[in-house]
């Protein structure tokens, strides 16, 4: 700070960056779909045989590792009723992830759209 007051004293401006901003270039910016990391998935899940079978497969042929599985019943639902399920990935590409939750959203198993949020890694 004390040289940021002398070089004001000297009437000398250096750039704020140590570069001029004229010689900044644009950045460009990451596709979210080359993003890697784990993933939470929440999926409500139609209480039928072979329902989860199918969403399991349907990662594993988009090559995603499942960390966690947690589903929770609510008592005698019937085939009827979706319940929660939620699935913790390991690490994989966003693009990977999409293309694997369009599938499983178009087998029918699922009630409503699939539910993602990345995991980022500190």
Do not use: C, W
């Given at each position: 700070?004390?040289?940021?007051?002398?070089?004001?004293?000297?009437?000398?401006?250096?750039?704020?960056?140590?570069?001029?901003?004229?010689?900044?270039?644009?950045?460009?910016?990451?596709?979210?779909?080359?993003?890697?990391?784990?993933?939470?998935?929440?999926?409500?899940v139609f209480?039928?045989p072979?329902?989860?079978?199918?969403?399991?497969?349907?990662?594993?042929?988009?090559?995603?590792?499942?960390?966690?599985?947690v589903?929770?019943?609510r008592?005698?639902?019937?085939?009827?009723?979706?319940?929660?399920?939620?699935?913790?990935?390991?690490?994989?590409?966003?693009?990977?992830?999409?293309?694997?939750?369009?599938?499983?959203e178009?087998?029918?198993?699922?009630?409503?759209?699939?539910?993602?949020?990345?995991?980022?890694?500190?």
């Open positions: 700070m004390i040289s940021d007051i002398v070089d004001i004293a000297r009437g000398r401006m250096p750039p704020v960056f140590g570069i001029a901003g004229s010689d900044l270039e644009a950045s460009r910016q990451a596709a979210m779909r080359a993003h890697a990391g784990g993933y939470y998935v929440r999926l409500n209480d039928r072979g329902a989860f079978a199918q969403i399991a497969t349907r990662m594993a042929e988009a090559g995603i590792s499942l960390e966690s599985i589903q929770k019943g008592g005698d639902t019937g085939t009827d009723k979706a319940l929660p399920v939620t699935i913790i990935t390991h690490e994989t590409m966003e693009e990977r992830i999409r293309e694997a939750l369009a599938r499983v178009a087998d029918g198993h699922i009630e409503g759209r699939p539910q993602m949020i990345r995991i980022e890694k500190a």
